[in-house]
């Protein structure tokens, strides 16, 4: 994202390495990080503007209803991806226990 949007950012971002996640949406999504106000996906094709993410934290299940609020193209030379900043707007207290956790015994990027 730009820096105007890092300078809105209210809690630290996580990255996130070797979790299972699984999206609505027509193509792979692959977390890159996660704060306690939302999440940074990456994709193939451009993402839908709202969903369900649905992985494990540890060994805790983790479900929210995000809504891409950014979205940028990135080029690279592994080709093109699309990048979607997204909020949580929804999740139980069980998910939002384990992704405190998480982001406690995580270091931040």
């Known amino acids: 994202m730009t820096d105007a949007d890092s300078?809105?950012?209210r809690s630290p971002r996580v990255?996130?390495?070797n979790h299972s996640l699984s999206m609505r949406a027509t193509a792979p999504v692959r977390v890159v990080d996660l704060s306690l106000g939302g999440v940074l996906?990456?994709?193939a094709a451009r993402p839908p503007r709202t969903g369900t993410?649905?992985?494990v934290l540890g060994?805790?299940?983790f479900i929210a209803t995000i809504e891409v609020r950014q979205r940028a193209t990135m080029?690279?030379?592994a080709g093109t991806e699309q990048r979607a900043g997204a909020a949580f707007v929804d999740m139980n207290p069980g998910s939002r226990r384990a992704l405190e956790?998480?982001?406690r015994s995580a270091r931040p990027t």
Do not use: A, I, K, Y
């Open 101 to 103: 956790h998480f982001l």
């Open 59 to 61: 060994n805790t299940p």
């Open 53 to 55: 993410l649905n992985m």
């Open 75 to 77: 080029v690279g030379d």
């Open 15 to 17: 990255e996130v390495v």
């Open 41 to 43: 996906l990456s994709c």
């Open 7 to 9: 300078e809105r950012r």
